[in-house]
């Protein structure tokens, strides 16, 4: 008897991956064809895998695939969030770091590390003037 699996619940690194691929090539697929609303779906469905099964494990891989596939901006920008969320952990991977899509990735990681950056430094200036009124 086959069990079936969640597409949305991946269960191993190797599972989430081969899920995210997927997705991306449907993206790519969606984006090529112009259907808005499947570019849509697509993106949703990449969103909650990232946040839910994240693994390290193959991220450069959907990183590549997406930069290489399609030029869905809103694509591109889950993947640079979702970098810039886990910097820390991808930049020890050797293979993130020769991606050959780095340099608009790149660019795109440090600008949303940038954005996050100032975001909470503004924050803390507030309760700052806040706590000295």
């Known amino acids: 008897m086959l069990t079936q ?10 599972m989430t991956t081969e899920i995210l691929l997927r997705n991306v090539r449907v993206n790519a697929i969606a984006d090529y064809y112009d259907i808005l609303r499947l570019k849509q779906l697509v993106n949703t469905k990449i969103q909650h895998v990232l946040k839910t099964s994240w693994s390290a494990f193959g991220f450069s891989n959907i990183v590549k695939e997406a930069f290489n596939s399609t030029s869905d901006m809103a694509l591109y920008n889950i993947m640079t969030l979702t970098a810039t969320t886990h910097i820390e952990e991808l930049l020890e991977l050797k293979d993130f770091a020769v991606l050959e899509v780095m340099n608009a990735f790149s660019i795109s990681v440090i600008q949303n590390t940038i954005a996050a950056h100032k975001a909470k430094e503004d924050l803390s200036t507030q309760k700052l003037q806040v706590v000295e009124s």
Request: one cysteine or more; proline letters at 20%.
């Open 5 to 14: 699996v969640d597409p949305l619940c991946a269960t191993t690194p190797a």
